[in-house]
Nanobody, 118 residues
């Protein structure tokens, strides 16, 4: 399984950050898997932003719920993060991942550096 993030690396404050994860070697509708966006700000730990399961159920981090959405395109095996009203504090490396409740995150994309700056 391979995951690849794509999207702009620079976003201006107050705009919407949009990143797409393209999955190959496995289907995003395969039973039991959840697909997540995780970020790591500079000098800080990993933070899960949002997940979408194989059946389309979603989980959004409470701290980001008002600004976050996730969608998927099953025909192209992709899922997309949208984070609105960004600030410089949203600057981070953004990863897309696959995981299960039993095994945790087993596949990761290489990460996409996103900088929020005017």
């Amino acid at each position: 399984v391979q995951l690849q993030e794509s999207g702009p690396g620079l976003v201006k404050p107050s705009q919407t950050l949009s990143l797409t994860c393209t999955v190959s070697g496995g289907s995003i509708t395969s039973n039991f898997y959840a697909w997540s966006w995780i970020r790591q700000p500079p000098g800080k730990g990993l933070e899960r932003i949002v997940s979408i399961t194989f059946s389309g159920d979603t989980y959004i981090s409470p701290s980001l719920e008002s600004r976050t959405s996730i969608s998927r395109d099953t025909s192209n095996n992709q899922f997309t993060l949208q984070l609105s009203s960004v600030t410089p504090e949203d600057t981070a490396v953004y990863y897309c991942t696959r995981g299960t409740s039993a095994s945790g995150y087993d596949y990761w994309g290489q990460g996409r550096q996103v900088t929020v700056s005017s």
